[in-house]
């Protein structure tokens, strides 16, 4: 059973907005820092951004930083990235990670649970 479920991926056009939802399974996200991460094709999977697992904290992508926001709700036990402004840039596919000891970090080693990404394609 995949401990992380992304759903929110698809086409958009330029400008346009998308809603990334991230759910976790079999556990709670309460205490875990949640990061997104996304990968275009023939390239390497970046981080995008993160969400500490204690006060809120948030962290992005210089790429990303005043269109994206991420959040989350440890009572659904879901995690969100609203995507706005989309650019051809930001196609590829998204993932989300959990990791248990709560602290915001880029690198995708810190992550223990990841999901099974989902697509998002930015077209003109």
């Known amino acids: 059973q995949q401990p992380l479920v992304e759903s929110g991926g698809g086409l958009v056009q330029p400008g346009g907005p998308l809603r990334l939802s991230c759910a976790a399974s079999g556990f709670r996200l309460d205490y875990f820092a949640i990061g997104w991460f996304r990968q275009a094709p023939g390239k390497e999977r970046e981080w995008v951004s993160c969400i500490d697992g204690g006060a809120g904290d948030t962290y992005y992508a210089d790429s990303v930083k005043g269109r994206f926001t991420i959040s989350r709700d440890n009572a659904e036990k879901t995690a969100y990235l609203q995507m706005n402004n989309l650019e051809p840039e930001d196609t590829g596919v998204y993932y989300c990670?959990?990791?248990?000891?709560?602290?915001?970090?880029?690198?995708?080693?810190?992550?223990?649970?990841w999901g099974q990404g989902t697509q998002v394609t930015v077209f003109s």
């Open positions: 990670a959990a990791d248990r000891w709560g602290e915001m970090t880029r690198k995708i080693a810190d992550y223990e649970h």
